[in-house]
């Protein structure tokens, strides 16, 4: 029997492409179509749900079966397509705004349940479809249209709120990085139950730059650290920074400096069950420590969809009801004449 192969080709729509030249949503379109065909997974067997916003145009993108639903309710769409029909690969493209403001219930109790789906989390911290008010990630104090004063509120920070609905797998990507986002978005792909990614993104039109402090090349180093699980936490330009325990607390040191050695760099476990650690990896904001890369946590744990199905199954081998219509029929049943 021999095995199809596919190429990122065969996971493209033939719609034209309808995002502001320049947004960060290209370079996330073009890493899922790589990962896809790298996965192997045929597109009759994907299905992509969107919400509703920018990212959540690349259903029309993906040659594969597609739902564009309405706004934030994604993950609840794919939470019955992937319980109906577990066989398939379930993703969803959805922002900050669509997923975390009026879809935020959904997605907490998505990732609570450990659905076996794959959500595309485009956080550019603004609405770009409806032109530029803050969205549930902005930072406090920021300007705006809806916001001309400054926003007076705290923002959601993804990270934080997967792994206090007791997310399982969480990682990390910026748009840009074609180079490296595939092989994360495959990790994503392979892991059993949901998988949240979320993908720094730029939108060059209503907030442009906005992540420019971490992702422009000449501090990108310095300011970001790409986690590989297994491996020491090192960064930096001339790869002589780390990650160390102070206390309770995460630091970044210089190797060789301080007395510190490669010997005290922590090396990444993604797969402890205790997200200590994970969340404070994830929460390093690119200040007094670099912004996380990769995957940060991916551990294993009963999935919803498979977990139904096994209920289902038992249910079924301790009744004899098959059918609606015998299920109907059951019990006590009369004619009126």
Known sequence: MTTMKYEAKDYKSGQLVRWCPGCGDFGVLSSVHKAMSEIGVA???IAMISGIGCSSRMTYYMNTYGFHTIHGRAAAIATGVKTANPDLSVWVATGDGDCLAIGGNHFIHAVRRNVDINILLMNNKIYGLTKGQYSPTSSRGFVCK????????????PAELTIGARG????????????NAPDILKQAANHKGTSVVEVILNCVIFNDRINESITSKDVRSDRTISLVHGEKMIFGKDNNKGI??????????????GGYTLGDVLVHDAT????????KLALMDGNELPVALGVIRS???????????KQIANVQAKKSTRTLKEFLMAGDVWEIK
């Open 244 to 257: 160390v325990r102070e206390g309770f607390n995460l630091k970044a040191i210089t190797i060789g400096e």
């Open 168 to 179: 399982q797998f969480f990682a990390r990507i910026i748009d840009s990085d074609i180079k």
């Open 299 to 309: 551990v294993d744990a009963p999935v919803y969809d498979e977990e139904v199905k």
């Open 146 to 157: 809806s916001s001309p004063y400054g926003t007076v509120e705290d923002p959601f920070r």
């Open 43 to 45: 597109p009759h067997n």
């Open 272 to 279: 402890t069950t205790d997200p200590t650690v994970h969340l």
